[in-house]
């Protein structure tokens, strides 16, 4: 390996996603080489290059309007060959766990998944990833000529860009209407405007306890807006109807890895720290000295979430 790493950047209404800089930031600091960026569809690339892009292939046509699979793994094999680059990284996103495992079958490259660490071995790039819930550490060391990995949002900082420009390459990728499989007719934006969770940086979330929508409403979410935060929620509470399943945290939810996690009444059963043990800092608010969840938190406060939400609302509110 050794010719540079390519970024997939994803793009949010023309303009990147935050897991655009990070990934350019951290394929930078790896120094294996020429760092591109690759995007498809267009939109505004003029960030790219001071976030460490040296060239954005670009790859365009109407038919990558929306997402659908076949014509995108189709645009991402042009855009990889294009580059020569031996390493392509991506975020973990839904549409890339769509994609990269296509786009790999089908240049022959080997893919890590849901790596939340990267590191330079004598120039290979090495992929660190939790398994069996996050219980366990494995190393993805790829072999293959052109190695991908996708990268759990938030895995590192984004700092502030260091300047630069990039030189636009466009690329021919010959997609047609005929490649696009899934038609998207309509485009439903969430009520909540809130940052999505896979990429928020800080959570608020609440379990079962809450007790009834009401109440999480009432006392979750306010608690939430103090902290600038995301609304995640366990099972149970979807379950029950508290909060939208787009807001599930675990294994058969979202999963996330912000700096900051509270877990309001929120027992820590394995399928949700399968969702959120890789935060970096996990603060339980649980009545039950005992819970699980106090095994895997930075900080516990065991007392009634209906008296201790609040309290915690109040004095973040004073920091402004
Ligand atoms: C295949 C499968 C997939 C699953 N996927 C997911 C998933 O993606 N995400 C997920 O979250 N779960 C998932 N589950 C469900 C999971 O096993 C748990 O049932 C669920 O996480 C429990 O949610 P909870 O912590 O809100 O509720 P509980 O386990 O009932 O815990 C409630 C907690 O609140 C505490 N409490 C009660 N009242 C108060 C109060 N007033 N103040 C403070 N604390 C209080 C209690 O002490 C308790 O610890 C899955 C299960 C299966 C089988």
């Given at each position: 390996?050794?010719?540079?790493?390519?970024?997939?950047?994803e793009f949010?209404?023309?303009?990147?996603?935050k897991?655009a800089y990070?990934?350019?930031q951290k394929?930078?600091?790896?120094?294996?080489?020429?760092?591109?960026?690759?995007?498809?569809?267009?939109?505004?690339?003029?960030?790219?290059?001071?976030?460490?892009?040296?060239?954005v292939?670009?790859?365009?046509?109407p038919?990558?309007?929306?997402?659908?699979t076949g014509?995108?793994?189709k645009?991402?094999?042009?855009?990889?060959?294009?580059?020569?680059a031996s390493?392509?990284?991506?975020?973990?996103?839904?549409?890339a766990?769509?994609?990269?495992?296509?786009?790999a079958?089908?240049?022959?490259?080997?893919?890590?998944v849901?790596?939340?660490?990267?590191?330079?071995e004598?120039?290979?790039v090495v992929?660190?990833?939790?398994?069996?819930?996050?219980k366990?550490?494995?190393?993805?060391?790829?072999?293959?000529?052109?190695?991908?990995?996708?990268?759990?949002?938030?895995?590192?900082p984004?700092?502030?860009p260091?300047?630069?420009?990039?030189?636009?390459?466009?690329?021919?990728?010959?997609v047609?209407?005929?490649?696009?499989?899934?038609?998207?007719?309509e485009?439903?934006?969430?009520?909540?405007?809130?940052v999505?969770?896979?990429e928020?940086?800080r959570i608020v979330?609440?379990?079962?306890?809450?007790k009834?929508?009401?109440?999480?409403?009432?006392?979750?979410?306010?608690?939430?807006?103090?902290?600038?935060a995301?609304?995640?929620?366990s099972?149970?509470?979807?379950?029950?109807?508290f909060?939208?399943?787009?807001?599930?945290?675990g294994?058969?939810?979202?999963v996330?890895?912000?700096?900051?996690y509270f877990?309001l009444?929120?027992s820590g059963?394995?399928?949700h720290?399968?969702?959120?043990?890789?935060?970096?800092?996990?603060?339980?608010?649980?009545?039950?000295?005992?819970?699980p969840?106090?095994?895997?938190?930075?900080?516990?406060?065991v007392?009634?979430?209906?008296?201790?939400?609040p309290?915690?609302?109040?004095?973040?509110?004073?920091?402004?």
């Amino acid at each position: 390996m050794g010719n540079g790493i390519l970024v997939y950047c994803e793009f949010d209404n023309g303009q990147p996603r935050k897991t655009a800089y990070e990934l350019l930031q951290k394929a930078t600091s790896l120094g294996v080489g020429p760092v591109s960026a690759l995007v498809i569809g267009g939109g505004d690339t003029s960030t790219l290059g001071a976030y460490g892009a040296g060239k954005v292939y670009v790859v365009d046509s109407p038919a990558l309007a929306s997402y659908s699979t076949g014509a995108y793994v189709k645009a991402l094999a042009a855009g990889v060959a294009a580059s020569g680059a031996s390493t392509v990284l991506a975020a973990a996103s839904s549409p890339a766990r769509d994609a990269f495992p296509r786009l790999a079958a089908r240049i022959g490259a080997g893919l890590g998944v849901e790596v939340t660490e990267l590191r330079n071995e004598g120039g290979n790039v090495v992929g660190r990833r939790p398994v069996y819930g996050g219980k366990a550490l494995v190393d993805v060391n790829v072999k293959s000529a052109v190695g991908i990995f996708t990268v759990r949002p938030n895995s590192s900082p984004v700092s502030a860009p260091a300047g630069g420009s990039a030189s636009v390459v466009n690329v021919e990728a010959g997609v047609t209407d005929a490649d696009v499989d899934v038609k998207v007719t309509e485009t439903v934006a969430p009520a909540n405007k809130a940052v999505d969770l896979t990429e928020a940086d800080r959570i608020v979330a609440g379990g079962r306890s809450l007790k009834s929508k009401e109440q999480f409403d009432s006392v979750l979410r306010p608690l939430a807006a103090a902290c600038k935060a995301t609304v995640g929620a366990s099972r149970a509470a979807v379950d029950a109807g508290f909060a939208g399943h787009s807001e599930q945290v675990g294994q058969t939810g979202k999963v996330v890895n912000p700096s900051l996690y509270f877990a309001l009444g929120i027992s820590g059963a394995i399928q949700h720290l399968a969702g959120m043990r890789t935060s970096r800092v996990i603060v339980a608010v649980n009545k039950d000295a005992e819970a699980p969840i106090f095994q895997y938190s930075t900080y516990g406060i065991v007392g009634d979430l209906f008296e201790v939400a609040p309290l915690l609302q109040k004095e973040i509110e004073k920091l402004g």
